[in-house]
């Protein structure tokens, strides 16, 4: 059995506990059945809310103090060092830590199924006890990846990016579930092109975000247990959320009255969707210079393989983009009414390499302490409030300096082209000055 699967089963399964919770869950549900006057319909109800609250929402809060409880009890450097892989190690936390909580959960959800199977037809059953238990391998996952994001940065900025994956990731999970709802009346959505069950596409889409959540925690662990991790997996997230995000847009049908193919909304929003991950690579990875440098010098040296394992992975992942990019450029190039909204995609990419220089300018200045947010706050005063003034202002004329526009054309892309070879010049400049004569 898994080490620290069963450190957990000893310390949360003794036997006070174990009779506990099913006398609870007894007397709740009898409770339930009287007060609804002899239906089974309020009693199912309040198991399935019961399993909420018991192992989704308290089981995930487990997970994600377990790891950091280790932390201040200065007991996580000794179990990342130990022999435990780190696959052993992500799969012994999100199921041990919160093994009380499956303990009830599992009482909750025999009690829903009897319910459900005899309400709903057997399908549709099944289907609504598979949704509870992946919305709580959902929140587990995510939570274990916050834990260890914060465990990662050991600092109140790893405390923020928590709070937005969880608020990310508690929003994807509303969505699904709400889609999956209501529960007994069957509804279908479209996505590309293909009619699915709301409840199946729930199903289906649980599973793909848990399986990230649980593979990214998977890869912090191996970080904390001092091995590198490749860009790859990086590029295949942003290629699967390109995907599944792309895939909800709906059709629009009068795109066929001016000859653009329908795909070309999505492959719009699949460029939009790698360019923000690709800001999300450059915020959160390595951007020290002995890492880029260490990295050109295996790429020059023939050592291709060990170069881009070592690769920070905004770099791959600008490259995604910019393909994105060239492939959106020429079906957009084959639109004659398109003018100057084809160059939009390139100058995009040539903003993002010149905010890439200006991330790096700032993180190489060893005396500044808070290069992120920064660096936030230059594009979001560039990209929001400066253009919005502008725009109060009736200066449209100036907008193609701050950021791309459909009518911006080749002068708007020349600004752009002007605006990164400047702040490239800044940054080799202090690269020299850091590096002496």
């Known amino acids: 059995m898994n080490p620290e699967l069963r450190r957990h089963l000893w310390l949360e399964l003794n036997p006070q506990r174990l009779v506990l919770m099913p006398l609870v869950l007894v007397v709740l549900f009898v409770l339930a059945y009287r007060l609804g006057g002899g239906a089974w319909q309020p ?6 809310t019961a399993f909420v609250l018991l ?5 995930g809060r487990r997970v994600h103090l377990d790891v950091l409880q280790e932390v201040d009890g200065q007991t996580w450097d000794s179990q990342r060092m130990s022999s435990l892989g780190a696959w052993r190690l992500t799969w012994g936390k999100l199921l041990g830590a919160p093994v009380y909580s499956w303990y009830g959960g599992l009482l909750c959800l025999g009690v829903y199924a009897v319910v459900a199977f005899g309400r709903l037809p057997a399908a549709w059953a099944v289907r609504n006890l598979a949704l509870l238990v992946l919305a709580a391998l959902f929140v587990h996952g995510l939570a274990l990846f916050g834990a260890l994001l914060s465990v990662r940065n050991r600092a109140s900025e790893g405390v923020r990016r928590s709070s937005a994956l969880a608020l990310f990731g508690l929003l994807i999970l509303a969505l699904l579930m709400t ?4 529960l007994d009346v069957p509804r279908t959505i479209e996505w590309y092109g293909y009619e699915l ?3 199946r596409f729930a199903l289906l889409s649980l599973i793909a975000w848990s399986g990230w959540l649980v593979y990214g925690a998977y890869r912090l662990i191996r970080i904390e247990q001092g091995y590198e991790n490749g860009p790859l997996g990086w590029v295949l997230f942003m290629l699967f959320c390109a995907l599944w995000l792309t895939g909800l847009l709906p059709p629009v049908p009068e795109i066929e009255a001016v000859n653009v193919s329908a795909w070309l909304p999505r492959l719009g929003g699949a460029f939009a969707v790698c360019a923000a991950l690709t800001y999300v690579a450059l915020f959160t990875g390595d951007k020290r210079q002995v890492m880029l440098s260490q990295t050109w010098s295996l790429l020059r040296g023939g ?7 070592v690769m920070p992975r905004w770099i791959p992942a600008y490259g995604v983009t910019l393909l994105a990019a060239l492939w959106l450029t020429s079906e957009l190039a084959r639109l004659p009414w ?6 939009m995609p390139a100058t995009a990419m040539v903003f993002m390499l010149r905010d890439v220089f200006l991330v790096l300018w700032l993180h190489a200045d060893a005396r500044r302490r808070h290069a992120a947010s920064t660096a936030l706050a230059l594009l ?11 725009s109060l202002a009736g200066w449209t004329a100036v907008l193609p300096a701050f950021l791309p526009r459909h009518d911006g054309g080749l002068v708007g892309l020349a ?17 020299r000055f850091r590096s002496g004569p």
């Open 43 to 48: 009693v199912g109800s309040l198991a399935s």
């Open 55 to 59: 192992t989704v929402l308290w089981g």
């Open 179 to 182: 889609v999956a709802s209501p």
């Open 197 to 199: 069950s709301q409840q």
């Open 303 to 309: 050592y291709l393989r060990r170069g881009l394992h």
């Open 338 to 343: 398109a003018g100057g909204l084809a160059w």
């Open 380 to 390: 979001v005063l560039g990209y929001l409030l400066i253009p919005a003034l502008l």
């Open 415 to 431: 600004l752009a082209v002007a605006e990164t070879a400047a702040v490239a010049w800044a940054l080799s400049a202090r690269g």
